[in-house]
Each structure stands twice: as C-alpha cells, then as structure tokens.
C-alpha cells in the first residue's frame, strides 16, 4: 500500500526560485528518504533522514522531518532547469521484520522552466 | 563499484504470452533485492523482495512471480500476461541492513512493459 503522499502533485518555478515539496505519511517510521526520477529512468537516491533527527542538509537540499505530525519537506534553493524530475518520499517502517523495505509516495512532477 | 543491469529496457508482448525480466547486480554479495512497478509514471508498488538466493516475499497478489537462482540476480517472470501487467518495472538492490534498518536503494534503469 501507499504510505507516502505528496504534495504537490506537480509544482513549476522559474530558474532561480526554490522549490518545496511534502510528504505525509501514516504509520510510526524508521526513516525517511527522498529518491529524483528523470522521465523514464530509475530512481536515483537523494538524501536519508532518521526518525531521531529533525533536519538534514546535503547541497542545495534541506530536508526536515516532523514524526508529531507524520511529515517531511524537501527544499531545493536555486534551482535549475536540469532539477526538472518527479520527486518521491519513500518510508522505512519501524520495527518487525521490515528488512528496510520502503513504501514510496505518488511523487510530486518539478518543472523548472530556464 | 557496484552497479545495476536490468534488461530488457523495453518489451511489447500480446495478452497471454510469458514473461522474463532480468536483473544483476555486481560488486557487491548478499544483497536484498527488490521488484517494483511503476504505472503511469507515478508512485511505485512493491511487488517482491528477497534477502538471499531461494527466499522470495511477496507484497501483493498478482500474476506475476519473482526467483533468485543466484546471488545476485533476481528474475520476473509470468506464465501468462494480462493487460494490467503493463507498467514500467524497476529492480533495486540494497545492502542489508536487518530488521527495521535503513536501507538506500541503488536502482536499475527499469524495463517498460507493454501489454498488447
């Protein structure tokens, strides 16, 4: 089943602007990760971030995580046309014999026009 | 390095024909591996993993059926396609991190399935 939801469900800035999207999700987590898909390719891993910690950076990236409130956000400052991508949240569930399996959301479709 | 081969990239098949998807990973041993589906180009659904040769979970009741005859490669395969099996297929690995790790997913280029 879905666990992740995001939104928006597409978002389109210009070059330059910064771009937010966020995720929801249901059940108690061990941690959250977002994945980039350009068109028609695999999924390529962006940033990890636990249920213990609050906020995470990595480049142009900032991710916060709020297990109160069973959400995340990813930011992405400056961007450029090549950030143009479907953006996914994906959750590991804490606890049981998961085994790291992630449930991923619906994604949110960025379009950043030059 | 490790890295990823799934093939083929794409497939068109009619109803009711069989199916073989394949995926290998290199430069690594034991890993999990997992089957995805991705319809519409929208969120994906796992539909098989497995934490080592033989042991294959599935997550959702389908046509469809996952093996891993060796360590590192993980097969797709059907008897017999439906229309609603169309859908871009993706394989993944990661390194295993026991219950409740997290695990950071490497994927493969994915194979886009057609169903005719």
């Known amino acids: 089943s879905q666990q992740g939801e995001e939104d928006p469900q597409a978002l389109s800035i210009q070059e330059g602007e910064n771009a937010t999207m966020n995720c929801s999700y249901k059940?108690?987590?061990?941690?959250l990760q977002w994945y980039r898909q350009n068109s028609g390719r695999g999924l390529v891993h962006l940033i990890l971030?636990?249920?213990?910690?609050r906020e995470k950076h990595s480049g142009r990236l900032r991710v916060t995580l709020d297990t109160s409130k069973k959400s995340s956000s990813l930011l992405i400052t400056a961007s450029r046309a090549a950030d143009t991508a479907s953006y996914f949240c994906?959750?590991?569930?804490?606890?049981?014999?998961?085994?790291?399996?992630?449930?991923f959301g619906q994604g949110t479709i960025l379009t950043v026009h030059p | 390095s490790q890295t990823i081969h799934q093939w083929p990239a794409t497939l068109v098949q009619p109803v009711g024909s069989p199916l073989s998807l394949e995926c290998t990973v290199e430069?690594?041993?034991?890993?999990?591996l997992y089957w995805y589906r991705q319809a519409a180009g929208r969120g994906l659904q796992l539909l098989f993993y497995?934490?080592?040769?033989?042991?294959i979970s599935s997550e959702v009741p389908q046509n469809l059926s996952a093996s891993r005859p060796q360590d590192r490669q993980f097969i797709l395969s059907s008897k017999k396609l439906l229309l609603s099996d169309s859908g871009f297929y993706l394989c993944?690995?990661?390194?295993?991190?026991?219950?409740?790790?997290?695990?950071?997913?490497?994927f493969g280029a994915g194979s886009r399935l057609t169903v005719l």
């Open positions: 497995s934490v080592g040769i033989g042991q």
């Open positions: 994906a959750t590991g569930e804490a606890g049981g014999t998961s085994y790291g399996k992630l449930t």
């Open positions: 059940t108690s987590i061990n941690n």
């Open positions: 993944a690995w990661s390194s295993v991190a026991g219950p409740g790790g997290a695990n950071v997913l490497t």
């Open positions: 971030i636990r249920s213990n910690e």
């Open positions: 430069g690594t041993s034991n890993p999990n």
